[in-house]
């Protein structure tokens, strides 16, 4: 079991940067995956970035932009955005897959306006 905590979202004006990050509750070394998702309003959840065994994949929208990455010391995940568009606008979530069971934190806003 993990409970994850997302912190960094907020308003930003296109071309910005934020930097979110993910504390988990546990060592997070042996866990199988972990990610980064997200929810515009009206649409589906869809993927942004994971890394799977050490394999990062980025969604097509946000290759170049986005940058995953996962520091087992610390059990964090983090997520820099860069060049940001108001397509990026959603809540994000960051996701523990443990094979067993997949975990889910509460989400942080991201708004991307002038």
């Known amino acids: 079991q993990v409970h994850l905590v997302e912190s960094g979202g907020g308003l930003v004006q296109p071309g910005g940067s934020l930097r979110l990050s993910c504390a988990a509750s546990?060592?997070?070394?042996?866990?199988?995956?972990m990610g980064w998702y997200r929810q515009a309003p009206g649409k589906e959840r869809e993927l942004v970035a994971i890394?799977?065994?050490?394999?990062?994949t980025y969604a097509d929208s946000v290759k170049g932009r986005f940058t995953i990455s996962r520091d087992n010391a610390k059990n964090t995940l983090d997520l820099q955005m860069n060049s940001l568009e108001p397509e990026d606008t959603a809540v994000y979530y960051c996701?523990?897959?443990?094979?067993?069971?997949?975990?889910w934190g509460q989400g942080t806003q991201v708004t991307v306006s002038s």
């Open positions: 546990r060592n997070i070394f042996t866990i199988n995956a």
């Open positions: 996701n523990a897959n443990l094979i067993t069971n997949i975990y």
């Open positions: 890394i799977t065994r050490g394999r990062l």
